[in-house]
């Protein structure tokens, strides 16, 4: 009885084994024939009932049919795990001799080139660079240029005050004012720096921009200097003739006061949002420095004059590159940035 029992298990666990086609399956054969509940476990149990000889005889050939079954189990899952090793070392290449990927290297973001460049120029022709707070007292920001509280073009730009009466600087020339102080003619001065202005934002108009103050005072200082520097500058910039023009302009702190435009260099001049459709870009304010400017910081005009300008920096660094919108210049694009 419990022999014929024994033989089929052997027959059909083989023929299962032989059946199998994933390693699941096999397992699957192998637990209902010689896991702790099979089959095999099930017939072990009979043996209690059995004579002694036929215990010894019975139990030879269950220990014959187990190892039969564990041995073809072996083999059978030998077989699957090296196909499925085999598997894997066909599909899972990596190619070890292909180039590393290399560092990304960064670079200076265009305004900072531009400000490193127009530095570089300005020293080698005497200039000291000063970097001013940007948040700024409103004596310096508008006072000390000549602007009084009462005077209207504190409205020309729209200032960003803050709780303690401190402003954050709308434009670079606070620093022509702590540099007047500080350094005590003759001197020659550059601040470049980031400035503020509560402006609605567009393509040409930014709330953050930077621009680039310069300022010379000495002994007879006319306009002529003013036009000689300026034309080192932009000729430095743009490496080619840049073509300009020259308007009258109104700023409390120079008087005269100029307009310096350049021929938009986007369009050539026919006409494109960074030029407003004009063809002609505000690149630069400029001017000889008013005498009560330079009163108020304790300079007697009599004995010295000087020139000043604003070279809005942001907006020089879109013509030099053809960005025809401001806002790419803060939005972080990488995508933008890795041009430069
Ligand atoms: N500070 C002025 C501005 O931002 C520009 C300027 C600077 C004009 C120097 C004249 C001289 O509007």
Redesign the pocket.
């Known amino acids: 009885m419990l022999d014929a029992k024994l033989e089929e298990l052997r027959r059909a666990t083989l023929a299962g084994f032989a059946s199998a086609v994933s390693l699941e399956q096999l397992e699957e054969s192998r637990v209902a024939a010689l896991g702790r509940k099979g089959t095999l476990a099930q017939i072990s149990k009979e043996f209690g009932k059995l004579r002694p000889e036929e215990r010894a005889q019975l139990g030879k050939l269950l220990n014959s049919v187990k190892q039969d079954l564990e041995s073809d189990y072996g083999d059978k899952k030998r077989g699957f795990e090296q196909a499925e090793l085999a598997h894997r070392l066909a599909n899972e290449w990596i190619d070890v001799t292909l180039p590393a990927r290399g560092v990304r290297v960064g670079s200076l973001h265009p305004i900072t080139q531009l400000q490193s460049e127009i530095e570089d120029l300005f020293t080698s022709l005497g200039f000291a660079i000063l970097y001013g707070p940007e948040v700024e007292t409103e004596e310096h920001n508008f006072d000390a240029?000549n602007i009084p509280a009462t005077h209207p073009a504190r409205d020309?730009?729209d200032t960003f005050w803050l709780s303690d009466g401190n402003l954050l600087r709308?434009?670079?020339?606070p620093v022509?004012v702590r540099g007047m102080r500080e350094l005590k003619p003759p001197l020659r001065m550059i601040a470049p720096g980031r400035?503020f202005r509560n402006e609605e934002v567009d393509a040409s108009h930014e709330h953050t921009f930077y621009?680039l103050?310069?300022?010379m005072v000495d002994r007879e200082v006319s306009i002529a200097n003013l036009i000689y520097f300026m034309k080192i500058l932009l000729s430095s910039i743009f490496k080619r003739d840049a073509i300009v023009r020259l308007r009258p302009?109104y700023?409390p702190?120079?008087e005269p006061?100029f307009e310096l435009d350049i021929h938009c260099l986007i369009c050539d001049g026919a006409g494109c949002p960074v030029c407003k459709q004009s063809g002609w870009v505000e690149l630069l304010?400029?001017?000889l420095v008013h005498p009560n400017v330079l009163r108020m910081s304790d300079i007697d005009p009599e004995e010295w004059s000087g020139f000043?300008?604003?070279l809005?920096l942001t907006r020089l660094a879109m013509m030099r590159y053809g960005i025809d919108d401001i806002r790419q210049l803060q939005g972080g694009d990488l995508r933008f940035l890795t041009q430069f």
Do not use: N
């Open positions: 240029l020309m730009q709308t434009h670079t020339s022509q400035v621009q103050e310069g300022m302009g700023f702190f120079v006061g304010p400029c001017g000043a300008f604003g809005g």
